[in-house]
C-alpha cells in the first residue's frame, strides 16, 4: 500500500482499516499521522498504539493539519480525516482503560489465590536465573532444593565419566505454580530430559513405550458406580512416580541442568539410574512397576490394559484407577481403604488420601446421596482466554451450534494467517477436553470445528465464536450420579441415533450414549466413514457402534462384580433400523450391500447382549450429538440426560 509520501507493508505496519490512507489520500481537510516507536522496533502496529506515544510537531490552521509522530523519520506519515483521528483517540483511550481494568483484576485474582499482587501465576519463571531474581526467590529455592533431595532419596543419578564419543542429553527444567480450585498450593520444580535427542536402539527400545492410562468413560463408570453403591472417593498422587521405574538395560547420560547444587567434576556427568520424566521410556516403566506391584498385592487387574485394579472381601470391595500417577480409589468400608494407604506408603511417597476433589481437571463434589463433576473453574478461565483475545464482551446463545449450519472445506482459506490458525487449534483442543469429560452438550459443535484445524475460514471461526458465547450463557454444567433406587443390577442403557447427509462430503453423522444408573457415562459424536444411502443404512450403522459400546460395558462391569443379567436396552427412533437388527436381513435388497462387520448390531441382538428399543424422535436423548438442535429440542435432550427421571416410553 503506498501514499503520496510513503510505502508501507501492511505485513510489517497492519492498519485496522485498509481503505483509511485511499479514501481520504486526496481530502484536503486531512490529518498525517505518525507512530513514534521504540527504538527496538521499526514499527508497532496502528491499533495497538498507547496514547502517550502520541506527540503533536506541527499544527497549520489554514490548511489544518496536524502531525504525530510514528518513528525516527520525520517525513514518514499517513494521511487520515479529522474525525477518523478523534474516532482513533476514544479507541486508544478505551484500550488504556481496559488495560488498566485488566491490571487491576489480575492483581485482586492473584491476591485471591495467596499470592503477592506482584507475583503473576500466570507467567511461571522461564529458567534458573528468572526464579531466583524474582521476589518469591525463596520458595523456588526451596522447591528446587525439594526436586534435588527427591533424586538423591529414589539413587536416581550418578555422578559418571562417560565413554568417549557418548551422547549426552540435554535437560529442561519446568516452573510451575501448582492451583487447585483456583487457590495456589505449592511451587513446582521439575526436571525432565530432552527425550526429541534419544535414539532408538542406543538409549531406548522403540517397541516397549506403550503406556495406558485410565480413559474418560472408564473414570465416569468408575465414579457412577461408587454413587450407585453409596461409596466415597479418594485420591492420591505419588510423588516423583517415574523415578520408581528401573532403567533396564538402557544408558543415559545427561547434562547437569545449571540449577543443580551438586558440583560436577570436569569431563564428567549424570548418568540415569532410574526412568526420568521426559525420557521415551520413563511411562512404560512406571506402568509395569505399579501393575506389577498392584498384583503381587492381591489387586487384581481388571482390564487388559491394566488401569483398573480391584479386590473383594466378600460384599466388600475397592477399586483403584490409575492415570499416571493419580489415583482414585472407591471403597465400600475404610478397613479396605485403610489397609491399601499402609501398604502403599510403605513403597512410595504419596500425597493426597482424603476425599477426591479434584480428577484430571475435573472438579468432583461428594455428598451422601450423589457425586457431581464439572469443569467450572477450567471453563471460566478459557473464557477469560477468549475473550482476551478478540477483545470484545460475548453476547450469550441458547444453542452451542445454529440448525441448519454446515461448515464447509470450501470456506477455508488457501494459506490461513498462521498466528489465527494457531490459537483456532489450540482452542478447539481446549474445547475438546470439556466435551471429552463433561461436556456433552458441544461434542456436535467440537467435532465439526476440529475438522477445520489446518485452515478455518469466516464461517468456521463465527462458529466457533458462536460457540464461546453459548458457554458464556451457560459456563456451568454438572453431571450426577446417584444412589440405586432399585435392587437389581441391570443398570446399562444407551440410545443411538443419526442425522443422515448432513455434512459436506454427504457422510452422516453417528450420535452414541450411554447411560449407567440413568446418568451419562460416555458419548460420541462422529462422521461416518461410509455413505450411507439411506436414513435407515446410516441409523444402522450407528446402532452397530452402539453394539460395540454395549459389548465392551458390559464386559468391563462383570469384571468389575456388576454383571447384567438381561439384555442392554438402546434406544432407536428408526423402525426400519429395529427391524435389521432384529431378524435377518441377509437377503433383503435395502441392505445386502452393507459391508458385513456393520451388521455387528445384529450378532449382538442375536446373542442377547443387546436389544433395540423404539422411542418417539422427541424422546431420543443422542438427537443432540448428531445435529444442531433448536432450542426447544435442546433443552428437551440436555433436561432428559441430566435429570436422572426421565421416564423413555417405547413403542
Given at each position: 500500500m503506498?501514499s503520496n509520501?510513503?510505502q508501507?507493508?501492511?505485513?510489517?505496519?497492519?492498519f485496522?482499516?485498509?481503505?483509511?490512507?485511499?479514501?481520504?489520500?486526496?481530502?484536503?481537510?486531512?490529518?498525517?499521522?505518525?507512530?513514534?516507536?521504540?527504538t527496538?522496533?521499526?514499527?508497532?502496529?496502528?491499533n495497538?498504539?498507547?496514547?502517550?506515544?502520541?506527540?503533536?510537531?506541527?499544527?497549520?490552521?489554514?490548511?489544518?493539519?496536524?502531525?504525530?509522530?510514528?518513528?525516527?523519520?520525520?517525513?514518514?506519515?499517513?494521511?487520515?480525516?479529522?474525525?477518523?483521528?478523534?474516532?482513533?483517540?476514544?479507541?486508544?483511550?478505551?484500550?488504556a482503560?481496559e488495560?488498566h481494568?485488566?491490571?487491576?483484576a489480575?492483581?485482586?485474582?492473584?491476591?485471591l489465590?495467596g499470592?503477592?499482587?506482584?507475583i503473576?501465576p500466570?507467567r511461571?519463571?522461564?529458567?534458573y536465573?528468572?526464579?531466583?531474581s524474582?521476589?518469591?526467590?525463596?520458595?523456588?529455592?526451596e522447591?528446587?532444593?525439594?526436586?534435588?533431595?527427591?533424586?538423591?532419596?529414589?539413587?536416581?543419578?550418578a555422578?559418571?565419566?562417560?565413554?568417549?564419543?557418548?551422547?549426552?542429553?540435554?535437560?529442561?527444567?519446568?516452573?510451575?505454580?501448582k492451583?487447585?480450585?483456583?487457590k495456589?498450593?505449592?511451587?513446582?520444580?521439575?526436571?525432565?530430559?530432552?527425550?526429541?535427542?534419544?535414539?532408538?536402539?542406543?538409549?531406548?527400545?522403540?517397541?516397549?513405550?506403550?503406556?495406558p492410562?485410565?480413559?474418560?468413560?472408564?473414570s465416569?463408570?468408575?465414579?457412577?458406580?461408587?454413587a450407585?453403591?453409596g461409596?466415597?472417593?479418594?485420591?492420591t498422587?505419588?510423588?516423583?512416580?517415574f523415578?520408581?521405574?528401573?532403567?533396564?538395560?538402557?544408558v543415559v547420560?545427561?547434562?547437569?541442568?545449571?540449577w543443580?547444587p551438586?558440583?560436577?567434576?570436569?569431563?564428567?556427568?549424570?548418568?540415569?539410574?532410574?526412568?526420568?520424566y521426559?525420557?521415551?521410556q520413563?511411562?512404560?516403566?512406571?506402568?509395569?512397576?505399579?501393575?506389577?506391584?498392584?498384583e503381587?498385592?492381591?489387586?487384581l487387574a481388571?482390564?487388559?490394559?491394566?488401569t483398573?485394579?480391584?479386590?473383594r472381601?466378600g460384599?466388600h470391595?475397592?477399586?483403584?484407577?490409575?492415570?499416571?500417577d493419580?489415583?482414585?480409589?472407591?471403597?465400600?468400608?475404610?478397613?479396605l481403604?485403610?489397609e491399601?494407604m499402609?501398604?502403599?506408603?510403605?513403597?512410595?511417597?504419596?500425597?493426597?488420601?482424603?476425599f477426591m476433589?479434584?480428577?484430571?481437571?475435573?472438579?468432583?463434589e461428594?455428598s451422601?446421596?450423589?457425586?457431581?463433576?464439572?469443569?467450572?473453574?477450567?471453563?471460566?478461565?478459557?473464557?477469560?482466554?477468549?475473550?482476551?483475545?478478540?477483545?470484545?464482551?460475548?453476547?450469550?446463545?441458547?444453542?452451542?451450534?445454529?440448525?441448519?449450519?454446515v461448515?464447509?472445506?470450501?470456506?477455508?482459506?488457501?494459506?490461513p494467517?498462521?498466528?489465527?490458525?494457531k490459537?483456532?487449534?489450540?482452542?478447539?483442543?481446549?474445547?475438546?477436553?470439556a466435551a471429552?469429560w463433561?461436556?456433552?452438550?458441544?461434542?456436535?459443535a467440537?467435532?465439526?470445528?476440529?475438522?477445520?484445524?489446518?485452515?478455518?475460514?469466516?464461517?468456521?471461526?463465527a462458529?466457533?465464536?458462536?460457540?464461546?458465547?453459548?458457554?458464556?450463557?451457560l459456563?456451568?454444567?454438572?453431571i450426577?450420579?446417584?444412589?440405586?433406587?432399585?435392587?437389581?443390577?441391570?443398570l446399562?442403557?444407551?440410545?443411538?441415533?443419526?442425522?443422515?447427509g448432513?455434512?459436506?462430503?454427504?457422510?452422516?453423522?453417528?450420535?452414541?450414549?450411554?447411560?449407567?444408573?440413568q446418568?451419562?457415562?460416555?458419548?460420541?459424536?462422529?462422521?461416518?466413514k461410509?455413505?450411507?444411502?439411506?436414513?435407515?443404512e446410516?441409523?444402522?450403522?450407528?446402532?452397530?457402534?452402539?453394539g460395540?459400546?454395549?459389548l465392551?460395558?458390559?464386559?468391563?462391569l462383570?469384571?468389575?462384580?456388576?454383571?447384567?443379567q438381561?439384555?442392554t436396552?438402546?434406544?432407536?427412533?428408526?423402525t426400519?433400523?429395529?427391524?435389521?437388527?432384529?431378524?435377518?436381513?441377509g437377503?433383503?435388497?435395502?441392505a445386502?450391500h452393507?459391508?458385513?462387520?456393520?451388521?455387528?448390531?445384529?450378532?449382538?441382538?442375536?446373542?442377547?447382549?443387546?436389544?433395540?428399543v423404539?422411542?418417539?424422535t422427541?424422546?431420543?436423548?443422542?438427537d443432540i450429538?448428531?445435529?444442531?438442535?433448536?432450542?426447544?429440542?435442546w433443552?428437551?435432550?440436555?433436561e432428559?440426560?441430566?435429570?436422572?427421571?426421565k421416564?423413555v416410553?417405547?413403542?
Open positions: 503506498s509520501q510513503a508501507f507493508d501492511e505485513h510489517v505496519f497492519p485496522r482499516k485498509r481503505s483509511i490512507v485511499d479514501k481520504f489520500q486526496r481530502d484536503d481537510n486531512s490529518i498525517d499521522i505518525l507512530f513514534q516507536a521504540p527496538s522496533v521499526k514499527w508497532i502496529p496502528y495497538r498504539l498507547h496514547v502517550s506515544n502520541y506527540t503533536k510537531v506541527r499544527y497549520d490552521p489554514p490548511s489544518d493539519i496536524m502531525v504525530l509522530r510514528v518513528n525516527t523519520d520525520p517525513q514518514t506519515y499517513v494521511r487520515v480525516t479529522q474525525k477518523q483521528y478523534n474516532m482513533d483517540m476514544l479507541d486508544l483511550l478505551k484500550v482503560a488495560e481494568y485488566a491490571h487491576l489480575a492483581a485482586s485474582h492473584r491476591i489465590k499470592l503477592d499482587p506482584e503473576n500466570d511461571p519463571p522461564k529458567n536465573k528468572d526464579a531466583v524474582r521476589k518469591d526467590r525463596e520458595q523456588w529455592e522447591a528446587m532444593m525439594k526436586e534435588y533431595h527427591g533424586f538423591q532419596d529414589m539413587k536416581a543419578l555422578i559418571v565419566k562417560p565413554p568417549k564419543g557418548a551422547r549426552l542429553l540435554d535437560t529442561l527444567t519446568r516452573w510451575e505454580y492451583e487447585e480450585n483456583g495456589l498450593v505449592k511451587y513446582k520444580v521439575r526436571m525432565t530430559i530432552r527425550g526429541d535427542q534419544q535414539v532408538p536402539g542406543e538409549s531406548f527400545v522403540a517397541t516397549d513405550l506403550y503406556a492410562v485410565l480413559k474418560a468413560h472408564e465416569r463408570l468408575l465414579l457412577a458406580i461408587a450407585a453403591e461409596c466415597s472417593v479418594y485420591k498422587d505419588t510423588s516423583q512416580a523415578l520408581y521405574g528401573s532403567m533396564e538395560n538402557d547420560y545427561i547434562r547437569a541442568p545449571d543443580w551438586e558440583p560436577i567434576p570436569e569431563g564428567h556427568c549424570l548418568q540415569l539410574l532410574k526412568s526420568i521426559g525420557t521415551r520413563a511411562a512404560r516403566r512406571w506402568h509395569k512397576h505399579i501393575s506389577a506391584w498392584m503381587a498385592n492381591g489387586y481388571v482390564n487388559s490394559e491394566k483398573i485394579f480391584m479386590k472381601e460384599k470391595f475397592i477399586i483403584h484407577g490409575l492415570f499416571v493419580d489415583m482414585m480409589h472407591i471403597s465400600t468400608n475404610t478397613k481403604k485403610n491399601f499402609e501398604k502403599y506408603s510403605k513403597d512410595f511417597s504419596i500425597t493426597g488420601g482424603g476433589k479434584t480428577f484430571l481437571g475435573m472438579e468432583i461428594q451422601n446421596r450423589s457425586i457431581k463433576l464439572h469443569l467450572d473453574h477450567y471453563v471460566s478461565e478459557m473464557l477469560n482466554e477468549y475473550k482476551t483475545y478478540i477483545k470484545k464482551s460475548l453476547r450469550p446463545k441458547r444453542v452451542p451450534f445454529s440448525p441448519g449450519v461448515l464447509r472445506p470450501e470456506d477455508s482459506p488457501p494459506i494467517d498462521p498466528s489465527k490458525q490459537f483456532y487449534r489450540s482452542f478447539v483442543a481446549k474445547l475438546q477436553f471429552s463433561i461436556r456433552f452438550d458441544i461434542s456436535f467440537v467435532s465439526q470445528l476440529a475438522r477445520f484445524c489446518a485452515s478455518a475460514g469466516s464461517t468456521h471461526w462458529a466457533l465464536h458462536h460457540l464461546m458465547e453459548y458457554i458464556e450463557g459456563p456451568s454444567f454438572k450426577t450420579y446417584r444412589r440405586r433406587v432399585r435392587n437389581n443390577q441391570d446399562l442403557s444407551g440410545y443411538a441415533d443419526s442425522d443422515w448432513n455434512s459436506s462430503s454427504r457422510r452422516s453423522t453417528s450420535g452414541n450414549l450411554m447411560l449407567y444408573n446418568a451419562p457415562i460416555m458419548w460420541r459424536s462422529k462422521m461416518q461410509t455413505t450411507a444411502l439411506s436414513t435407515a446410516a441409523e444402522y450403522y450407528s446402532a452397530s457402534t452402539a460395540s459400546d454395549v465392551y460395558l458390559r464386559r468391563l462383570e469384571q468389575l462384580g456388576f454383571a447384567q438381561s439384555p436396552p438402546v434406544y432407536e427412533d428408526n426400519a433400523c429395529i427391524e435389521w437388527g432384529n431378524n435377518i436381513i437377503g433383503r435388497e435395502r445386502k452393507i459391508d458385513i462387520r456393520k451388521h455387528f448390531a445384529h450378532e449382538v441382538i442375536q446373542n442377547g447382549e443387546m436389544r433395540l423404539r422411542v418417539p422427541s424422546s431420543q436423548l443422542a450429538l448428531t445435529k444442531g438442535l433448536h432450542y426447544p429440542q433443552k428437551a435432550c440436555v432428559g440426560i441430566l435429570s436422572n427421571l421416564k416410553k417405547s413403542t
